[in-house]
């Protein structure tokens, strides 16, 4: 798990995540499923509790506090899903 600090913070996940090529599953907002290097798939939450976002991973390196790719590619896809959600329909 690790907790969203920065923008920067923020747009080197969503670089990180661009290079992998990792298929995340859209499960519900804020819960995403993403395929890790072995055919499997680790659950990755995006959550805000308070004024912590915080994302958490259930893989190994995750547990350790590593922004894990997993983690950047649900994050990446949370990030463009909220957005959306921020936005006024216009239609
Ligand atoms: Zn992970």
């Known amino acids: 798990m690790f ?3 920065s923008k920067a913070q923020l ?3 969503i670089a990180k995540a ?4 990792a298929t995340v599953k859209f ?3 804020g819960v995403y499923a993403v395929s890790g290097s072995k055919g499997n798939f680790y659950t990755v939450k995006c ?3 308070g004024n912590e976002k915080q994302v958490i991973c259930e893989c190994l390196g995750a547990s350790k ?3 894990c ?3 950047a590619s649900a994050l990446s896809l949370h990030v463009g ?3 959306q959600r921020q936005e006024p329909a216009s239609r």
Do not use: C, D, N
Not at 18 to 21: A, G, I, L, N, V
């Open 11 to 13: 747009e080197k996940a």
């Open 69 to 71: 790719y997993h983690a």
């Open 27 to 29: 499960i519900s907002f």
């Open 65 to 67: 506090g590593l922004v």
């Open 81 to 83: 899903l909220a957005k």
């Open 18 to 21: 661009k290079k992998t090529r």
């Open 3 to 5: 907790v969203l600090e």
């Open 47 to 49: 959550e805000k509790i």
